[in-house]
């Protein structure tokens, strides 16, 4: 449970990775687990040239379509997805990892915080 505007609310993980919330010092505050199945964009494309050397690399124009696999939102509930399926959606119960924490490697290891987009 978490506070979103003053409302105390259940956060359900609908990336495909467990989500790590970390303090200044990278220690882990909270860890959250993926859970259901992983909302998608659908996408359409189109091809509509080519383009680099030679021309030969297809250029196609893509238009994004519906989301598919987004639960229904519930009360007191909000769900972590990705920037685009929150962009895609018109939902305010949609939240994203900001503020990427990256190990040596360069791998995500947390975020220290959420953002609705």
Known sequence: MTNLNNNKVEMR?????TINLLDEDNKELFSIPPEGEVPRVEEKSEKI???????VAPLYKVELGQVK??????????????KMVARA???????VP????????????????????
Do not use: K, M, W
Not at 49 to 55: C, H, I, K, L, R
């Open 89 to 95: 959606s018109n939902r305010n119960d949609l939240i």
């Open 49 to 55: 040239g080519s383009v680099g050397f030679a021309e």
């Open 98 to 117: 900001i503020n990427l924490v990256r190990n040596e490697q360069g791998r995500i290891i947390g975020c220290r915080g959420f953002a609705r987009v």
């Open 69 to 82: 696999n987004l639960p229904e939102p519930e009360e007191g509930v909000v769900l972590i997805v990705s």
């Open 13 to 17: 993980n609908y990336t495909p990775h």
